[in-house]
């Protein structure tokens, strides 16, 4: 059974860093790709980052270049998305997802909050 | 990079069929295949329902479908039930190398 599980969300200023974690199991971590997808309270979801399973290439939304980046650990299992410069409008519930292109399996999510 | 476009709001009666568009662009919607359809219940986490256009993931009722034409992917829910009741969003991947989502499209069972 596929699992993920995120961790690493919490209240920030703005300005500020966090890191997000997500913990994989019950499929082959390294072979596949993975990205993470916010939804702001009361709105949509949003596509943030991927991370191709092969050759680790990496990509990012407009919203978020510059700003934030994605990386995993295949010996942990572990995806992560490193955060900088956090705006108030990053708040939102943070999604680790596997896969790029279409993402299937969904984690519970993390609530990343940027406020003073 | 803006979202896919979709009705805000659609309703149907127990029973009835109900479809969802979900427009965008030659670089998205139009160029690939790469189409996906998710439910998402208050509170909870997107679940997938609809890959590649048209296709079911394993255990997904066959009361949900998909179907693509140009520039605008459709979700269609047959005999529909008061648990379908639920936001639903579209995908899809674009030439840019990322994805897109539609801003969602609230479905009310009445």
């Known amino acids: 059974e596929v699992q993920l599980l995120e961790s690493g969300g919490g209240l920030v200023q703005p300005g500020g860093s966090l890191r997000l974690s997500c913990a994989a199991s019950g499929f082959t971590f390294s072979s596949y790709s993975m990205s993470w997808v916010r939804q702001a309270p009361g709105k949509g979801l949003e596509w943030v980052s991927g991370?191709?399973?092969?050759?680790?290439?990496?990509y990012y939304a407009d919203s978020v270049k510059g700003r934030f980046t994605i990386s995993r650990d295949t010996s942990k299992n572990t995806l992560y998305l490193q955060m900088n410069n956090l705006r108030a409008e990053d708040t939102a519930v943070f999604y680790c997802?596997?896969?790029?292109?279409?993402?299937?399996?969904w984690g519970r999510g993390t609530l990343v909050t940027v406020s003073s | 990079q803006s979202a896919l476009t979709q009705p805000a709001s659609v309703s149907g009666s127990p029973g009835q069929s109900i479809t969802i568009s979900c427009t965008g662009t030659?670089?998205?919607?139009?160029?690939?295949?790469?189409v996906s359809w998710y439910q998402q219940h208050p509170g909870k986490a997107p679940k997938h329902m609809i890959s590649d256009v048209s296709k079911r993931p394993s255990g997904v009722s066959n009361r949900f479908s998909g179907s693509k034409s140009g520039n605008t992917a459709s979700l269609t829910i047959s005999g529909l039930q008061a648990e379908d009741e639920a936001h639903y969003y579209c995908s899809s991947y674009t030439s840019s190398s990322i994805v897109l989502f539609g801003g969602g499209t609230k479905l009310t069972v009445l």
């Open positions: 991370i191709d399973g092969g050759d680790g290439s990496t």
């Open positions: 997802v596997k896969g790029r292109y279409q993402p299937d399996y």
């Open positions: 030659s670089s998205d919607i139009g160029g690939y295949n790469y």
